[in-house]
Structure formats: C-alpha cells, structure tokens
C-alpha cells in the first residue's frame, strides 16, 4: 500500500528535518526534499499538501531560492512557515518588508479570525519568532488569521485555495500550539488518513522483506548499536535463519556490552548471530600508538579484515544489509548533502563481501522511528534507547595509548558513571554520557600512602544531532556519588574531573 505523503520543500532553514519529523509523529508520511525541486517533480510525487520551510534568505535577494507561481495551482494545500510565508506572501503578489529590528524570542500571538487551521487554539497562545523580513501586505484573497504586536500577518490564509502561510516557528517546542496547527493543517485542510504509524511499517516491511528476500541469503554486520540491531531484527523477523549476522567484537566495547549483544540477539531472538572474539588482535595491533587518527585508522582497517574473514567462511550472499536512516539520505536545500558522519563500521565493508546487492530497511526512517520500530519489534528498553557509542568505542576515549589495564579501568568507571546517572532518572535525557582516561596521572593520598594514579574525566552532553553540544547540567550531589564511587571502587584511579566545553569548540570525543 502506497502511503500519503506530505512534500517539505527546504529553503535552508535550520528547523527543517524538525518540521519533517513533527509532520511523521502526527501520522502522516512526508519527505524532505530540495526547493528547487521542479513543478513536473512535484506533481510526480503526488503529495496531499506542501509545507515550504524557513530559510535565512531574503525573497528580494536575487540568489534567494524562488518557487514557481504555478505550485499554488496544483489545487494542493501549501502551508508557508517564516521564509516559506513570505515567499508565498510575495510569489502571490503581497509585500514583504526588511524589518530595522530582528525579532527573535517568545511572543504572543492573537487570533483575529477563525480558521480550520486553528482549530482548538486559544485566543492567544504563546509563538516562537525568529526573523528580520516579514509579511506588511497580504496578498488579494487573503486574510490575516492572527497577529502578534510586532507582527501584522503572523498567520494569513486563502482558505478558498487553502494557501497558509505562518511567520513563526509551530515545529519548535517554545510554539505552545504549534503542533495543534501543524495537525490541523495535516488533518482539517489535507484531510490526511493519518496512515503512517510505526506498526503499519513493521507489518509493510516484514511483507516486502519477505518478498523481496524470498529464500535467499542475507549477512549483517551487528555493532550493537540502535540502527544495526532494529534493522537486523526487522530482517530476522522476515526472513529467520537466511539472515546471518555477524558481530565484531573489538574489545573496545563497555562494560557486559559483548555479552548483552549475545544475550538478546543469539539467546532471546535466535538470531544466527556469530561473535568474532578479537579484543587481543585490535589491544595488539594498538600497542604503542598514541596519535589519534592513528587509533581510529587501525581500528577501521582490523574491523574490515576482521569481517573479511568471517564473511569468507560464511561464503557468497545475495543481500548486505546496512543501517542507513534518513538523515544519511537527505539533501539539504542549499542542494549539497547534510553531513554524512563518517562510519567506519560499515563503510568499507562491501568491498569484502561478496554480495549482489545492498539492502537498508531503515533509509526512510528518523532516528525516533527506528526507535519507535525497535519498541514495535520487542527489543528491550536499554538496546532501544542505548546512546551513541563510535566504532573505534573505548580507544578514543582513552588518551594515548590503549592498555588492557586502562581499558579495564575506565570500563569499571565508565559502568559507575553510566549506573549512578540511571539511578539518578537522567538516563534519557541526557544525549551522551562517559568516562574519558586522560594522558596525565597526578598525586592523591590513599590511607597513609602516596597514590599517582589516573586521572577521570567524566563527559555528559546534550544535544539533538552531535552536530552541536552542550555539557550537561549533572547535579553536584549525583556527580558527587559517582566520583566517591569511582575512587573508591575502581583501581588506579585517584581523580575525577567533570569536562565543561560546549562543541563547539570542543567534540563531543575527547579524541
Ligand atoms: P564528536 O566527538 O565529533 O562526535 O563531537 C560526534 C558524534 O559522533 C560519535 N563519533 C563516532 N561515531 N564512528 C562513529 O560511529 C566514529 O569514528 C565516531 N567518532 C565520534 C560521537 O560519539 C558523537 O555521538
């Protein structure tokens, strides 16, 4: 069954896969495309309404990105937010005018006439405005919906031809019922069926997986990681034992990680899952190396020949499945791809695998889904909701060179650090959160005696996409549990330091 889609042009705006993403938890399904996208494209893609994004432009800068006035004739609703608005405010022949002034911040907006695009919304409501231009004149056949002090047309619709165009933000949060006019537009203007649900996917995959695979063979490289194990499970759901997965275990994994892995995937689901035990080769091939690149490159190379060797015994296969998700897929509106994180894991492995072609279940899922998918498919909450850990794991958290006894002491940390924030409910809302050996021991006293010992830094960030991190506002007395613990418990350490950098400047890695 062909799902309902909903078109998001991107004119460049930050908040543009947050719009996406809000419109798929509202149950319908819409991708992100590029603004340039042409009036034959758009009508190919069939959608049941068009949302233009924000976009730092100015519409009467000559590069800013334009839209065709012909897009308004489709007879699709078009729902305009910020630069969206004023592009459709001045495509349709309205004024846009430069404000002296930016405004950005929390305003309050008044509605001045009903509309089914604000259906259950208060008279006023709290908006989220971030913009210097904005719409001084609407354009003939429109009316002004609602408006905030500073901000004439804030919301302003041709309900005839069911065109909307918003001067704020509803994606963000700080828009108090900018999700109810999101969903009104979906469900009161676009009349969507609400078809896209997380259950719908599994029961569609599982079918097209089945069809597709039909008796062939199937491989998968399993890290532990949330995207491989939703999509290896999905696969096992479809196909049983014609998918074979395959973990590499590198010894750089987290405290009772390996055995974890095992223990749902091989124990719980019976999956045909065959554990690489290579901790002594990776710790081997590490002796001596203190460059970080260095670590990360040799770390990469083993991985693959590793795989390379269980691969071979394995023996030819018709499907490689990768753990692709959206964001990897997406263009941005400036027409260049988002950034793509580089993944050792699996980047290079196609090359030694032989295969006839790649499959990627997840490549039109958000993270949230693949999350949601993973709940919908059984999987346990820690696998589920597990943080972003990086293929190279503990080496590059371990500054300079990477010894059995410092990989066995920042896991024993690591595992306080990781049990205490638990215990404490933060688990969840923190985006990342671990212990980092640093290259430099210092002097403690222990009973009489004097200690140099390792150095602990503890690392805890928030964030929405890594791109961008803010350390985490852990409270004294749960860091102060987890530097006692950790001094106390675990061997050669004497010393625990709390890293405060956003990124930028700093990473979110310290190596
Ligand atoms: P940085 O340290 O660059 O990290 O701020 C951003 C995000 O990426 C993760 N990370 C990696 N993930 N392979 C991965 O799969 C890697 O080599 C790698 N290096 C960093 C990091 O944990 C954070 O989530």
């Not at 002796?287 to 030819?316: H, L, M, Q, S, Y």
């Not at 990477?402 to 940390?413: F, N, Q, S, Y």
């Amino acid at each position: 069954m062909e799902h309902q889609k909903v078109l998001v042009l991107d004119f460049g705006g930050q908040y543009n896969q947050l719009i996406a993403r809000r419109v798929r938890d509202l149950g319908v399904y819409c991708d992100l495309k590029p603004c340039d996208m042409t009036l034959e494209e758009i009508k190919a893609y069939d959608p049941i309404g068009i949302i233009f994004t924000g976009g730092p432009n100015s519409v009467y800068e000559e590069s800013s990105p334009h839209i065709a006035k012909e897009v308004f004739e489709l007879g699709i609703p078009v729902f305009g937010i910020c630069y969206g608005c004023q592009l459709t405010a001045y495509v349709l022949g309205g004024t846009v005018t430069h404000a002296m002034t930016s405004e950005y911040g929390k305003r309050e907006l008044t509605i001045v006439k009903e509309s089914p695009v604000l259906k259950d919304v208060p008279a006023k409501s709290i908006c989220w405005m971030s913009h210097t231009d904005f719409v001084s004149e609407v354009p003939e056949g429109f009316t002004v919906l609602a408006k905030t002090d500073s901000c004439p047309a804030t919301i302003f619709a041709d309900e005839k031809r069911h065109i909307y165009g918003v001067q704020y933000h509803p994606e963000v949060v700080h828009s108090e019922y900018g999700n109810q006019v999101l969903k009104n537009f979906l469900y009161e203007v676009c009349h969507a069926a609400g078809d896209w649900t997380m259950s719908n996917f599994v029961a569609e995959q599982v079918a097209k997986l089945r069809e597709k695979i039909a008796d062939k063979r199937v491989l998968c490289a399993m890290s532990g990681g949330v995207d491989s194990a939703v999509a290896a499970t999905l696969i096992h759901k479809a196909v049983g034992n014609q998918l074979t997965c395959v973990f590499v275990d590198h010894g750089l994994l987290r405290k009772y990680e390996a055995d974890e892995v095992m223990r749902v995937f091989k124990d719980g689901l019976g999956m045909n899952l065959i554990k690489a035990d290579c901790g002594e080769q990776f710790v081997g091939k590490l002796r001596g190396v203190t460059d970080p690149e260095r670590k990360r490159k040799i770390i990469g190379e083993e991985f693959i020949r590793a795989f390379e060797k269980e691969a071979k015994a394995i023996g030819a296969v018709d499907y490689l499945v990768q753990g692709t998700i959206y964001p990897d897929v997406i263009e941005s509106g400036k027409g260049k791809s988002a950034v793509i994180k580089s993944h050792h894991n699996v980047g290079g492995l196609p090359s030694v695998v032989d295969f006839k072609e790649i499959i990627e279940p997840l490549r039109d899922l958000f993270k949230d889904e693949v999350r949601k998918v993973g709940f919908e498919l059984g999987l346990p909450r820690n696998v589920v909701m597990r943080q972003p850990f990086p293929g190279p794991g503990l080496a590059i958290r371990i500054m300079g060179e990477v010894t059995p006894e410092k990989l066995e002491t920042l896991r024993d940390a690591d595992f306080i650090f990781r049990d205490e924030i638990a215990k404490a409910g933060l688990d969840e809302k923190i985006w990342q959160y671990f212990a980092v050996i640093t290259n430099s021991p210092t002097v403690g006293v222990m009973g009489d005696f004097r200690t140099y010992e390792n150095v602990i830094a503890l690392r805890a960030v928030t964030s929405v996409d890594a791109m961008t991190a803010d350390w985490a506002r852990i409270p004294y007395d749960v860091l102060e549990r987890i530097s006692t613990r950790i001094v106390n418990e675990v061997k050669h350490a004497n010393r625990i330091v709390y890293d405060i950098t956003s990124k930028p400047p700093a990473t979110i890695e310290w190596e």
